[in-house]
């Protein structure tokens, strides 16, 4: 038996109804691509393997890498010893791709989608560098703490809501599915998890480079969440010169209002008068 490393943030789910249930809940295909983050000790592995076309399951751990390699043998499995954090995920996915095309003798393009128990410790960064890809990702599901859960599902007005809502709801259609017990995992982690579906959408609205600036100025409207977004955007004289009150009256935002109670389409229309378009 494999204990977890506290160091890796490691719980391994072990309930295997919670893992028919996440796997039920991703329905894959036999041309999907998965990739999983943070396979473990292979409980939901094993069965995307089963139903899918090719799986790669990225993990940290050798000890965990090892357990796998010899517990599921399976010619549509591929195993990558990486810091999840410090992948090449569009490298990996092309690789992923070039690999199924191969072994399938298909030149259909398959949906790439992600499987992951993510660590709670590095949910955030880790969903923040995926969602970036959605051209290439068709959809997470992703097994993370409630509260991250809440904050990117949440709507405006609600306490969850804040930086992470409003990029995750950019990029995708993100729906909450179920809660997970902390039954359900060994070592038990003190908190509640759920798994989430991000479904990507199809078309971006803003390009790259209007991104960075669209997603500073977020971050810098939520930077003090009891200041005016009026007071919080001041800071923002640098991305955007133009007057910030006027802009915001022009978007029809109440500048008296708090960053929590604007919508991503609040968010895109003010960012649509501060840069003149």
């Known amino acids: 038996m494999i204990r977890a490393k506290k160091s890796l943030g490691q719980n391994f789910l072990v309930d295997a109804r919670v893992a028919r249930r996440i796997v039920e809940a991703v329905f894959p295909l036999r041309t999907d691509i998965i990739i999983e983050i943070g396979p473990g000790t292979g409980a939901l592995t094993g069965l995307l393997v089963e139903r899918s076309g090719y799986v790669v399951a990225v993990e940290i751990d050798p000890r965990l890498i090892e357990e796998l390699s010899h517990s599921i043998a399976a010619s549509n499995l591929s195993i990558r010893e990486a810091d999840a954090l410090k992948v090449d995920w569009a490298a990996l996915i092309n690789e992923a791709v070039s690999s199924w095309k ?32 959605r051209g290439r990702l068709f959809d997470l599901t992703l097994m993370l703490q409630k509260e991250v859960v809440d904050r990117i599902t949440s709507q405006p007005a609600s306490r969850e809501y804040g930086y992470l809502s409003v990029v995750a709801q950019y990029h995708a259609e993100a729906r909450k599915l179920f809660e997970v017990p902390p039954s359900a995992f060994r070592p038990a982690p003190k908190v509640r998890s759920a798994v989430v579906r ?46 910030i009150e006027a802009a915001l009256q022009r978007a029809g935002i109440d500048p008296r209002r708090r960053a929590e109670t604007l919508s991503v389409a609040e968010f895109l229309r003010l960012r649509a008068e501060l840069s003149g378009k």
């Open 102 to 133: 191969k072994n399938s003798g298909s030149e259909i393009d398959p949906r790439v989608r992600v499987v992951a128990n993510l660590p709670y410790y590095i949910s955030t960064p880790i969903i923040e560098r995926l969602i970036k890809l």
């Open 198 to 243: 991000l479904e990507m959408k199809p078309s971006r609205e803003l390009s790259e480079q209007d991104e960075e600036k669209f997603f500073a100025m977020v971050g810098l409207a939520f930077s003090q969440r009891r200041k005016t977004i009026m007071n919080n955007l001041k800071a923002a004289r640098s991305l955007f010169p133009d007057d």
